[in-house]
């Protein structure tokens, strides 16, 4: 069965400083993957999507992430990290037939000024 | 265009009661699925729907149940409410249901039950 793995459930990072996110996935097939953020009190906005094809892919407010087939990863960066990034952030795959997510359980970014 | 929607944004009931929550998906949009995510965990799948019928059916017991509407908007309900349904429950939509559509997820509704 799929699933996904966030290893990391707390990052801090200073201002500016680079983030990267772990995500490793389970899955038989070229996965669908996706990366969502989840701010307090609100619901999950897509950041960005890997289907086949190139496997660095980009997204809103500044984010990347690569696919790693070798590693079954599919990690999150950003360059430079806004206050306003913090959040939590889910890496979720699609389960292929149903076309559910499995979500992993989160990794929560706190953002020191 | 609007988001997805849902109402009410929270809730609290008691146990045994019932519950019903309300979803409309973006404009076009014809699939909708509900999710629970249980504080601290990522979202787990409830129901999916697409063109009013059941497509997929997550690891729930049969007090939670759910239909779609011939407007693709969709109810959530839940019976005889326990103490571990307390979550926020979201829905998401996506154009249709099919290899790596986008689903697109609304606030949420944070059900409390005491």
């Known amino acids: 069965a799929q699933s996904v793995t966030q290893p990391d459930i707390h990052i801090t990072v200073s201002e500016g400083a680079s983030l990267e996110l772990r995500c490793n996935y389970s899955?038989?097939?070229?996965?669908?993957l996706f990366w969502y953020v989840q701010s307090p009190g609100q619901g999950l906005q897509l950041l960005l999507k890997?289907?086949?094809?190139?496997?660095l892919v980009q997204g809103i407010k500044g984010f990347e992430a690569e696919f790693k087939r070798s590693q079954s990863s599919f990690n999150l960066r950003k360059p430079s990290v806004h206050w306003s990034d913090a959040a939590e952030y889910f890496c979720?795959?699609?389960?292929?037939?149903?076309?559910?997510?499995?979500f992993g359980t989160g990794t929560r970014l706190k953002v020191l000024a | 265009d609007a988001g997805v929607t849902q109402s009410p944004t929270h809730l609290i009931k008691t146990r045994g009661q019932h519950v019903t929550l309300r979803c409309s998906p973006i404009?076009?949009?014809?699939?909708v699925s509900w999710y629970q995510q249980v504080l601290g965990q990522g979202p787990q799948f409830i129901f999916q729907?697409?063109?009013?019928?059941?497509?997929g059916r997550g690891n729930f017991p049969d007090r939670f149940s759910a239909r779609q509407f011939p407007n693709y908007s969709s109810e959530l309900n839940v019976n005889a409410l326990l103490l571990g349904d307390s979550a926020l429950y979201l829905c998401?939509?996506?154009?249709?249901?099919?290899?790596?559509?986008?689903?697109?997820f609304g606030d949420g509704t944070r059900l409390s039950i005491l």
């Open positions: 890997y289907f086949s094809g190139d496997t």
């Open positions: 729907y697409y063109e009013k019928e059941e497509r």
């Open positions: 979720a795959v699609e389960d292929s037939g149903t076309y559910k997510y499995i």
């Open positions: 404009s076009g949009h014809k699939s």
């Open positions: 998401a939509s996506s154009f249709y249901r099919g290899e790596g559509q986008p689903q697109h």
């Open positions: 899955y038989g097939a070229t996965p669908y």
